[in-house]
């Protein structure tokens, strides 16, 4: 059940339960090479947004390259899943 704060968190962050999909994640060691570089990503898809024209804003940029990590890191977990 969802306490009140909870609920607050959620609606500040515009997210329902039934948005959350929860993933097992791979050991932070092997996380630490995908998460050290990701200023350097956000700043390469600035670059390239700008580059094709086609400019976003840093939280687009961010908001990407977060979703790419989350992708990479999922799917290195998925041989340890039960």
Not at 3 to 10: A, T, Y
Not at 22 to 42: D, K, N
């Amino acid at each position: 059940m969802l306490s009140r704060k909870n609920v607050s968190i959620l609606a500040v962050l515009k997210v329902t339960p039934e948005q959350i999909e929860l993933g097992i994640m791979p050991a932070i060691e092997e996380q630490q090479p995908y998460l050290s570089v990701f200023p350097r990503r956000v700043t390469e898809v600035l670059k390239d947004a700008a580059r094709y024209q086609q400019p976003i804003s840093i939280i687009e940029a961010e908001q990407m390259v977060w979703k790419q990590i989350e992708t990479v890191l999922l799917t290195i977990a998925l041989p340890y899943e039960v």
